[in-house]
């Protein structure tokens, strides 16, 4: 009915009984437990339901309230008390020349729309008889409460008896049941029952009927409400029922491409959320640099919805909301980021700089107690989601922070100077009952943490070891840990670097532009680089020699290397075989 911000809501009541006046009489009154307010709201039919006005009926500081009531003397009682505070009984009575005597507070405006949505609401549940066609022309009602309740009541009924209607033929009408006033609605309303209501792995002819329903709906036609309402049918229908084939997944990033963006911020929210569900082309091309865009600030509705006279009443929870409101996060640019975090391709070295960038201007804004948590662990599913080759170039590029080196464990030992083979015949038909724990602490131990990560934490400079058991069979781990050097990946080779003055530099190239190359000349720290200009190179050649050092299991005994082994071979699985006692 009405959003009265924030607060702690507690006890509620209606008016009913009161000797108030009329107005009050009629009033629902909502008690606030942080800024010790009660509202009274006022009332009035809109359509099928109801909206409201807001009016501070009682505030004090402090007034901790917790429940309301109308006592039989017409006056209204309520309590104030918890959190150690000393409770209280509180008694309103009118003192006034106004007439207090009892009103009927039933309203018979709107009155058909709510008979309408009644009727329909009998039709709720599994177990209330046969449910007339007719029922079907109320989800295209232009009333969203009867639209609702329209579609709830479909769901009972088998999709057989309903689902041609999302066709060219029209369902019956009847005089008990509201009217079709908007094809669109209608359309958008079946969609969302439909994937409600199928069972996504048994009736896969379900989504073909969807799309083509949908795709009937003219988009420039429609309101910014009902924009939303088939952006959100969409986004149900792939949620429950999966991604369309190729074609038709390619055919629909297009079509959200093309529709971005739009005047409202609602709607291009919604735009981009599909857009990067189905990795367009053109996300990282219209969404990436609206990151850079000076922030916008708060409008007036925004700031002004809470008084600061409500938040003085409790300096505690009203301070924090004070500061959040006067520095406010850029609410559209933390949505794009929070979902551009998913997307995978298309990304160039600059794009990627440019949103990493983003979160060292989002940290300045004030976002609540929690903001700063879901700031890192955005930034963090979005490292994760980059190549190993890109979360190199951006740590060494300084528009995020390296990986910080743990103090490491040390290995019991005592270790020695493993062969290739020696690793092998401790591994082959002895990687049972190991011990992941100690595997976790091995792989620190033996400073694989410090340049490749494994479940999302470690160095960036290496490749990301979560799914080697995929890419390595037992042998090729062995040699790649043991002999590093005997086969180098083209994607993380050294090169040597002479320049015509005659300075030798050995390193990783992580960025190469028109005019100069970044060399890596740490794997242990991302950010030690040297650019070089490509017109001082007198040479450049690969390097026989791997970045990544040898005797790496020196230290740990012949138990430990077992059980870094099943670590490294789990994908991070504490559950499995290999670790069951």
Same mark, same amino acid.
């Given at each position: 009915?009405?959003?009265? +911000?924030?607060?702690?809501?507690?006890?509620?009541?209606?008016?009913?009984?009161?000797?108030?006046?009329?107005?009050?009489?009629?009033?629902?009154?909502?008690?606030?437990?942080?800024?010790?307010?009660?509202?009274? *709201?006022?009332?009035?039919?809109?359509?099928?339901?109801?909206?409201?006005?807001?009016?501070?009926?009682?505030? /004090?500081?402090?007034?901790?309230?917790?429940?309301?009531?109308?006592?039989?003397?017409?006056?209204?009682?309520?309590?104030?008390? +918890? &959190?150690?505070?000393?409770?209280?009984?509180?008694?309103?009575?009118?003192?006034?020349?106004?007439?207090?005597?009892?009103?009927?507070?039933?309203?018979?405006?709107?009155?058909?729309?709510?008979?309408? /949505?009644?009727?329909?609401?009998?039709?709720?549940?599994?177990?209330?008889?046969?449910?007339?066609? =007719?029922?079907?022309?109320? !989800?295209?009602?232009?009333?969203?409460?009867?639209? $609702?309740?329209?579609?709830?009541?479909?769901?009972?009924?088998?999709?057989?008896?309903?689902?041609?209607?999302?066709?060219?033929?029209?369902?019956?009408?009847?005089?008990?049941?509201?009217?079709?006033?908007?094809?669109?609605?209608?359309?958008?309303?079946?969609?969302?029952?439909?994937?409600?209501?199928?069972?996504?792995?048994?009736?896969?002819?379900?989504?073909?009927?969807? %799309?083509?329903?949908?795709?009937?709906?003219?988009?420039?036609? !429609?309101?910014?409400?009902?924009?939303?309402?088939?952006?959100?049918?969409?986004?149900?229908?792939?949620?429950?029922?999966?991604?369309?084939?190729?074609?038709?997944?390619?055919?629909?990033?297009?079509?959200?491409?093309?529709? #971005?963006?739009?005047?409202?911020?609602?709607?291009?929210?919604?735009?981009?959320? !599909?857009?990067?569900?189905?990795?367009?082309? +053109?996300?990282?091309?219209?969404?990436?640099?609206?990151?850079?865009?000076?922030? /916008?600030?708060?409008?007036?509705?925004?700031?002004?919805?809470?008084?600061?006279?409500?938040?003085?009443?409790?300096?505690?929870?009203?301070?924090?909301?004070?500061?959040?409101?006067?520095?406010?996060?850029?609410?559209?640019? $933390?949505?794009?980021?929070?979902?551009?975090?998913?997307?995978?391709?298309?990304?160039?070295?600059?794009? &990627?700089?440019?949103?990493?960038?983003?979160?060292?201007?989002?940290?300045?804004?004030?976002?609540?107690? =929690?903001?700063?948590?879901?700031?890192?662990?955005?930034?963090?599913?979005?490292?994760?989601?980059?190549?190993?080759?890109?979360?190199?170039?951006?740590?060494?590029?300084?528009?995020?922070?390296?990986?910080?080196?743990?103090? !490491?464990?040390?290995?019991?030992?005592?270790?020695?100077?493993?062969?290739?083979?020696?690793?092998?015949?401790?591994?082959?038909?002895? *990687?049972?009952?190991?011990? #992941?724990?100690?595997?976790?602490?091995?792989?620190?131990?033996? &400073?694989?943490?410090?340049?490749?990560?494994?479940?999302?934490?470690?160095?960036?400079?290496?490749?990301?070891?979560?799914?080697?058991?995929?890419?390595?069979?037992?042998?090729? *781990?062995?040699?790649?840990?043991?002999?590093?050097?005997?086969?180098?990946?083209?994607?993380?080779?050294?090169?040597?670097?002479?320049?015509?003055?005659?300075?030798?530099?050995?390193?990783?190239?992580?960025?190469?532009?028109?005019?100069?190359?970044? %060399?890596?000349?740490?794997?242990?720290?991302?950010?030690?680089?040297?650019?070089?200009?490509?017109?001082?190179?007198?040479?450049?050649?690969? =390097?026989?020699?791997?970045?990544?050092?040898?005797?790496?299991?020196?230290?740990?005994?012949?138990?430990?290397?077992?059980?870094?082994?099943?670590?490294?071979?789990? &994908?991070?699985?504490?559950?499995?075989?290999?670790?069951?006692?």
């Amino acid at each position: 009915m009405i959003d009265i +911000g924030p607060g702690s809501p507690v006890g509620v009541e209606f008016g009913y009984g009161t000797k108030f006046p009329a107005k009050y009489q009629k009033a629902l009154y909502i008690c606030d437990w942080t800024f010790g307010t009660m509202y009274a *709201l006022h009332i009035e039919p809109s359509g099928s339901s109801y909206k409201a006005t807001k009016e501070e009926f009682v505030s /004090r500081t402090p007034l901790p309230l917790t429940d309301c009531t109308v006592g039989k003397d017409g006056a209204l009682y309520f309590t104030i008390g +918890g &959190r150690g505070a000393q409770s209280e009984l509180f008694r309103v009575t009118y003192v006034g020349k106004e007439d207090t005597k009892p009103v009927d507070a039933t309203d018979s405006t709107h009155e058909t729309n709510r008979a309408f /949505r009644k009727r329909i609401e009998e039709f709720h549940g599994n177990n209330v008889g046969s449910r007339p066609s =007719s029922l079907l022309n109320a !989800l295209g009602s232009a009333d969203r409460h009867i639209r $609702y309740a329209a579609r709830v009541a479909v769901e009972y009924i088998p999709v057989e008896r309903w689902i041609g209607f999302m066709g060219n033929d029209l369902p019956p009408s009847s005089p008990d049941m509201p009217p079709m006033t908007s094809r669109e609605d209608f359309l958008m309303q079946c969609c969302v029952a439909l994937a409600r209501q199928v069972d996504p792995f048994a009736n896969r002819t379900a989504f073909p009927i969807i %799309i083509a329903a949908l795709d009937q709906i003219e988009f420039d036609d !429609l309101s910014d409400r009902q924009k939303l309402d088939l952006l959100r049918a969409y986004q149900l229908a792939f949620i429950r029922l999966g991604n369309p084939d190729k074609d038709t997944s390619a055919a629909l990033a297009k079509k959200f491409d093309d529709l #971005f963006p739009q005047k409202s911020d609602f709607v291009n929210r919604e735009l981009s959320i !599909l857009m990067i569900h189905f990795q367009s082309p +053109g996300a990282i091309k219209k969404l990436v640099p609206l990151l850079a865009w000076r922030t /916008r600030l708060a409008s007036d509705s925004d700031a002004g919805r809470v008084g600061h006279e409500l938040l003085s009443r409790n300096k505690g929870y009203g301070g924090t909301i004070a500061a959040m409101l006067a520095n406010q996060p850029d609410q559209q640019q $933390y949505h794009y980021a929070f979902h551009l975090r998913n997307l995978k391709t298309g990304w160039t070295l600059d794009d &990627r700089k440019t949103y990493f960038a983003w979160f060292e201007k989002a940290r300045t804004w004030s976002g609540g107690a =929690s903001y700063p948590k879901f700031l890192i662990n955005i930034d963090k599913d979005a490292f994760a989601n980059c190549t190993d080759t890109e979360r190199l170039a951006i740590e060494a590029s300084g528009v995020r922070k390296p990986y910080v080196i743990p103090e !490491l464990p040390k290995a019991k030992g005592p270790g020695k100077d493993y062969t290739v083979d020696e690793v092998l015949a401790l591994a082959t038909d002895k *990687l049972k009952g190991r011990d #992941f724990k100690n595997g976790e602490k091995m792989y620190k131990a033996a &400073r694989c943490v410090v340049c490749h990560r494994f479940g999302g934490d470690g160095g960036a400079t290496g490749p990301d070891l979560t799914q080697l058991a995929g890419r390595f069979n037992l042998k090729d *781990l062995n040699d790649a840990i043991v002999d590093p050097s005997k086969v180098i990946s083209d994607q993380f080779k050294a090169s040597v670097v002479e320049t015509k003055s005659g300075k030798v530099i050995t390193g990783q190239i992580v960025s190469e532009s028109k005019d100069t190359i970044t %060399i890596l000349v740490d794997p242990e720290n991302a950010t030690k680089t040297v650019e070089i200009k490509k017109s001082d190179i007198e040479t450049n050649q690969p =390097s026989k020699v791997s970045l990544m050092p040898k005797d790496l299991l020196k230290t740990l005994n012949e138990d430990e290397v077992r059980d870094l082994l099943a670590y490294l071979l789990s &994908r991070g699985n504490p559950a499995d075989a290999m670790f069951r006692k």
